[in-house]
C-alpha cells in the first residue's frame, strides 16, 4: 500500500499542476476581456456570440420571425439533449470500469510511468471523472431547459402591460441558456484530461496542455488581438 506522500507527490501533483494551467488559461481569457489596458470585448468567441444572439433576438421580437426562432431553438434542445443522454452514458462506462479495479497492476496502469499503481487511486480517479460528467449532464439538460422557456419568450408580444419582456430581458435568458451549454461542453473537454490521467500523471499534464492549445483556438475570435 502506498504512503500518503507519495501519491501526493506524484499523481496528485499532476492533478494539481493541470488544474492549475485550466485556471491560468481562463484567468488569462478574463484578463482580456475585463477593462484595462488590453480590454476586448469580443476578444472571445462567446462574448461575440452572446452579441449575436442579443441582435437576433432583437431582430425576431421586432419582426416577428416566429418560425424562424422555433426552427432554431428547436436545433439548441435537440443538440443539448442528446448531448445530455450521452453524459450519462459516459457515467456509466465509467461506473464499469470500477470492476476492473483488481486489474490495475496487471495491465490499466501500463503507461504509468511515475504515479502510483493502487486500486484506491483508481476509484478516486474514477470518481472525479464521474463528478466531471454530472456536472455535464446537469449543464446541459438546464440548457435544454432554458432553450425550451426562452421558445414562449420570444413569441410574447411587445405589450406596456408586460414591462419584464422586453428584448434585453429574453436576450440575457437565452445568453443565460447557452451558459449552460458552454459549461457542459467544457466538462466534456475536460474528460480527455482525466482520462489520461487513468495511465499517469504526466500524460495528464501533457493532455491539459495539448486541451488549452485547442481551447485558445476555438476561443479566441478570428482576427482578435490583431
Known sequence: MPSF????????????????LILCYYAYLRWRTAPGPHYDPHYTIQALNAEARRLWVESVMRDKRDILAVQTLRNSTMVAVFLASTSILLIIGTISLSGHSSDVEHGLHSLNLVGVVDPSLWMFKLVIMIIDQCVA??????A??????????LNVPADPKHPVITPRF????????????SNGMRAYYFTIPLLFWLFGPHLMVISTLVLIFVLYRLDRTPGAGE
Do not use: P
Open 170 to 181: 429574453v436576450a440575457a435568458f437565452l445568453n443565460r441558456a447557452a451558459h449552460y451549454y
Open 5 to 20: 506522500n507519495s501519491i501526493y507527490n506524484s499523481d496528485m501533483f499532476g492533478f494539481v499542476i493541470s488544474a492549475g
Open 144 to 153: 435544454a431547459r432554458s432553450f425550451h422557456h426562452a421558445g414562449y419568450l
Open 137 to 142: 449532464f446537469f449543464s446541459l439538460t438546464l
